[in-house]
């Protein structure tokens, strides 16, 4: 019997892969729909806190900065990112 108990067969993802495409679907547990309302709430935050109509740019890096932020969350704790054609 393993010390360390029973070993994960998978890794768990928050993000699984899209079906069609490249990229990431809904989250698919607790910790990845958290990330998804945060980052969320953190982009109608940048509205009231940036004043888009106002002056744009300042907003607009803003959202670009927690995007990026966003796209790395999902990389690290996604499923591996490929191009699918539905068959997998």
Do not use: H
Not at 8 to 26: H, I, N, S, T, V
Not at 60 to 68: E, N, P, R, S
């Amino acid at each position: 019997m393993n010390e360390r108990g029973p070993m994960q067969a998978e890794p768990r993802y928050w993000f699984p892969a899209k079906r069609y495409g490249w990229g990431w679907g809904p989250p698919s547990s607790w910790q990845g729909w958290v990330v998804l309302v945060v980052f969320v709430g953190l982009v109608i935050a940048g509205i009231f806190l940036f004043q888009p109509k106002a002056d744009p740019v300042p907003y607009i890096i803003y959202a670009t900065v927690l995007g990026a932020l966003f796209f790395v969350v999902c990389w690290l704790k996604g499923e591996p990112p490929r191009w699918r054609w539905g068959r997998d």
